[in-house]
């Protein structure tokens, strides 16, 4: 079981970014996927959730608006499209599988948001 982030880097504020999560040993289109991120010092927190076959999304509610959660089940990837960044989006951000009592996360990507 693998999910590998990607898509991280430095922005500028007000800039996007469009993070991909890649998954494989497991049948991606039946699992639930989020993102989260974990700010330094800060505890993790969910961003973003989408449903195996993505008729329900949910966000961290500051975030509406700004940041669209989706998913590919052919390409077994899920996508965190982030705009009009802020300097408090600076974090690392994880996907994470999820079905009944199976759990996976990815290693996080670093995003960083600064001028």
């Known amino acids: 079981v693998q999910l590998v982030e990607s898509g991280g880097g430095l922005v500028q504020p007000g800039g996007s970014l469009r993070l991909s999560c890649a998954a494989s040993?497991?049948?991606?289109?039946?699992?639930?996927m989020s993102w989260y991120r974990q700010a330094p010092g800060k505890e993790r927190e969910l961003v973003a959730s989408?449903?195996?076959?993505?008729?329900?999304?949910d966000y961290k509610d500051s975030l509406k608006g700004r940041f669209t959660i989706s998913r590919d089940n052919a390409k077994s990837t899920v996508y965190l499209q982030m705009n009009s960044l802020k300097p408090e989006d600076t974090a690392v951000y994880f996907c994470?599988?999820?079905?009944?009592?199976?759990?996976?996360w990815g290693q996080g990507t670093q995003v960083t948001v600064s001028s």
């Open positions: 040993g497991f049948t991606f289109s039946t699992y639930a």
């Open positions: 994470k599988g999820i079905k009944g009592g199976y759990e996976y």
């Open positions: 989408i449903s195996s076959a993505g008729r329900t999304i």
